[in-house]
């Protein structure tokens, strides 16, 4: 990383869960590194230094996406490396993980090596590969973990191909657990999911779509936290969507098993109420839930059985989701608007913004054992400022994905990053990628 | 605004019974020698049926043709879906050539509500999507209910109405329900617990529908009786142990409604599977009024494209 000015960020409330500040802070940023973190005016003056004034505004580490789909290699006309990066910083994030979903799967070096050459030179977000569990994500043979982790892997999953596979990811698990590495499970048992397109509800039934139940996640969450338990290995929930998971992992935990888990914003702030137009924007994996599960969520966000929210970003192309419900790709954006769907959460008081900072910084950081998510003098100088109360309307024009399909275009977001910083160069500036 | 048919689901009683009045008076229609009226003439109408169908399509067709409009018949296997365009190209197509009702079938659940929303033009009439709805069935069998009751002095209401069978899969059901609940009729779902689940109670608004799994239980004291079709790859899903045990416990027979339901009528949209859903002495009885729902499918299609067609055309008021 080259030397950039000395950048100063002074008048805003720094708020980091892992050193438990939450006050007025003034931070020094030089050599790509916090420097100082001072009280307000007692940073020895920099003539020199670029100056962020952050009044009114939070300064956290910069945010963690455990859960990215950047579609590139194979599917660039949806996302690239360099789209994907951009809309991370723009959306607050500085890391994002992303899922070896792509063509061909991250089941190699090459592949490792060729999304770290790519983010490199899209210099925005840090982007942190996730190999794959099993070579192109079959579920039969395992990957090469110690060359994939060498390449630069951070942790391991098949993504949406859930491995069904007790005994592979029983030996997935032990191998991984000597590289002190995770495995990062999307939980699904296809016998009972069935090719379901939306929750299995009332709704569901009369909507004449084939229904997904929560148990199909819930089973599959309950295996891996009994292989875990086993093994001794580290597993990671991906996008928990059920109360009865939560209530699962939050059990696991109590018994000292090597558990974590993330949420996604949009099974928070959304519900299976959205798929009664046949809206495809409104089609994930999981699938939106119930009441029941949103306030399991909730519970499990305030007691602190969630480590993370994870955006499970998944660009799709306009085409493949202008078709029947039951045929349309699954997944919607989510780097731009998680961020600012939590600033609501906190405004309306469902979350503190303490322990949204947490789950967005350090939780993440902490499930995938990164040293990011916090600002420590001598930590990368990782930074997002953000203003916690400009109001504004999302629209397809601020995208900076490839692909447009969100189900929260058009509506009215709260808070926004305005300065982001990546090892201390400044990537966005007042709300826009800097030139 | 374009009006379309994509449901019975938020159809108020008068719209019902709109629909139902204009099919009675096309009833005598069918049943002249000469059996065309010029009402359509000049009106397009596409058949884009995704799925196959032989009563649906040509009881579509022939209302069409006895109003005079221009139909057109596309289905799956001849069309373009084959050779792999989306469904939006395809209707989007279709209404370049300016038709003004487009018929639409389609395995998938929604797909009529999808065209209508991209379509600019032309009234999208739903005849069955997926296991949603199939308005067009449900008016058919309330026309044919309703001159079953009327010469004995009873009405559309105040019916105890049940579904038997494969509820979980029928779009007929649905539609029917809605209707039903719509009339205020009293609605029960019966039949085995992995096809008529118990979240169908809440399905059409909390508790408004009854789920029983007991067959006798579930006809007793009914007024109509409507036999669904069972889907015979459903025991293949693991949804019933196999079609003698299923038909053992839940075919309905002249024996088990003489005891439970003597007055019941029968209903059964077809295609029957005799001996597993209904038996033949139900179906072919004094109590079955399945030939008239066929025959009044007719009316009915002609009442949908005649109300559809008409107000699509809102300038035709004047010109008269």
Redesign the interface.
């Known amino acids: 990383m080259s030397i950039h000015r000395p950048v100063v960020i002074e008048n805003g409330t720094l708020i980091d869960s892992a050193t438990d500040r939450e006050g007025a802070f003034d931070i020094l940023v030089e050599g790509g590194r916090v420097a100082a973190i001072e009280k307000p005016g007692a940073l020895k003056a920099h003539a020199d230094a670029e100056r962020i004034d952050a009044k009114g505004q939070w300064v956290i580490p910069g945010c963690i996406d455990l859960h990215v789909h950047l579609r590139e290699p194979g599917e660039e006309w949806k996302e690239t490396i360099q789209t994907g990066a951009e809309a991370a910083v723009l959306g607050g994030y500085t890391s994002i993980c992303c899922m070896p979903n792509t063509k061909p799967a991250n089941d190699s070096a090459e592949v490792t090596r060729f999304i770290i050459e790519k983010a490199k030179a899209a210099a925005a977000a840090r982007v942190l590969p996730i190999g794959a569990i099993s070579m192109e994500r079959k579920g039969k043979q395992l990957a090469p973990y110690n060359e994939l982790a060498k390449a630069g892997c951070v942790a391991f999953s098949d993504d949406g191909d859930p491995v069904a596979d007790a005994g592979l990811m029983r030996r997935a698990l032990e191998w991984c657990l000597m590289l002190g590495l995770p495995l990062s499970c999307h939980e699904e048992d296809r016998n009972l999911s069935c090719g379901g397109s939306m929750n299995?509800?009332?709704?569901s039934?009369?909507?004449?779509?084939k229904g997904f139940p929560g148990v199909a996640e819930d089973v599959m969450i309950a295996r891996d936290i009994e292989l875990a338990r086993f093994t001794k290995g580290k597993v990671h929930i991906c996008h928990v969507s059920t109360a009865r998971g939560i209530e699962l992992i939050r059990r696991a935990k109590n018994d000292g098993i090597n558990v974590t888990c993330e949420v996604a914003p949009h099974h928070l702030v959304l519900d299976e109420g959205c798929c009664a137009?046949?809206d495809t924007n409104c089609k994930m994996m999981p699938p939106l839930k119930g009441h029941e599960d949103i306030e399991g969520l909730f519970a499990g966000i305030s007691d602190g059985t969630v480590d993370a929210i994870a955006s499970d970003h998944a660009p799709h192309d306009r085409?493949s989701k202008?078709?029947?419900?039951?045929?349309a790709t699954v997944g919607i954006l989510g780097l731009q608007t998680s961020l600012p769907l939590f600033v609501e959460l906190c405004s309306k008081g469902k979350v503190s913004r303490k322990r949204m900072v947490e789950l967005l910084c350090h939780g993440p950081a902490k499930s995938f054992g990164l040293s990011s998510g916090t600002l420590r003098v001598g930590s990368d100088a990782d930074i997002t400022v953000l203003d916690p109360s400009v109001r504004w309307q999302f629209t397809s024009d601020d995208v900076r994905s490839k692909s447009k399909n969100s189900p929260f275009i058009g509506r009215e977001l709260t808070g926004k990053a305005a300065n982001v910083l990546v090892g201390g160069r400044r990537v966005v500036s007042n709300g826009a990628l800097a030139g | 605004m374009v009006d379309h048919l994509l449901g019975i689901e938020g159809l108020s009683k008068s719209e019902i019974y709109r629909y139902l009045d204009t099919a009675q008076s096309f009833v005598e229609v069918s049943e002249r020698d000469i059996k065309k009226v010029p009402t359509l003439r000049g009106k397009t109408v596409i058949h884009v049926f995704f799925e196959p169908s032989t009563r649906t399509l040509s009881s579509f067709d022939i209302a069409g043709k006895r109003l005079s409009a221009d139909t057109i018949n596309i289905s799956s296997s001849s069309s373009s879906v084959k050779k792999g365009e989306?469904?939006?190209d395809t209707v989007r197509t279709l209404e370049s050539m300016n038709p003004d009702v487009l018929v639409m079938r389609?395995s998938?659940?929604?797909?009529p509500?999808?065209a209508a929303r991209?379509l600019s033009r032309a009234s999208v009439v739903n005849a069955g999507?997926?296991?949603?709805?199939h308005p067009t069935q449900a008016l058919l069998d309330l026309l044919t209910l309703r001159q079953h009751f009327e010469p004995k002095g009873l009405g559309l209401e105040g019916l105890k109405v049940g579904f038997i069978g494969d509820v979980?899969h029928s779009?007929v059901a649905?539609s029917n329900i809605w209707a039903h609940l719509a009339l205020g009729n009293d609605v029960r779902v019966v039949g085995p617990s992995t096809l008529v689940?118990h979240?169908?109670?809440?399905?059409?608004g909390s508790g408004r529908v009854k789920v029983i799994h007991d067959l006798e239980q579930g006809l007793e004291g009914l007024d109509v009786v409507v036999c669904l079709r069972m889907q015979l790859e459903r025991q293949d899903e693991h949804f019933i142990p196999n079609l003698d045990e299923y038909s053992k416990e839940y075919c309905v027979s002249e024996r088990v409604l003489a005891k439970c339901c003597p007055q019941s009528v029968v209903l059964h949209p077809g295609p029957m599977n005799r001996g597993t859903e209904i038996s033949g002495d139900v179906a072919d009885g004094p109590r079955s009024l399945i030939r008239q729902q066929v025959n009044n499918g007719v009316a009915v299609r002609m009442a949908v494209l005649y109300l559809l067609a008409r107000t699509a055309e809102p300038h035709e008021e004047y010109e008269r």
Do not use: Q
């Not at chain 1, 039934?205 to 779509?209: A, I, N």
């Not at chain 2, 999507?129 to 709805?133: F, K, R, S």
């Open positions: 299995e509800s009332p709704l039934l009369k909507l004449g779509l137009g046949y085409d202008l078709v029947e419900f039951s045929r | 989306t469904l939006l389609h998938e659940s929604g797909s509500h999808f991209h999507d997926g296991a949603h709805e979980r779009r649905r689940p979240e169908f109670a809440d399905s059409f």
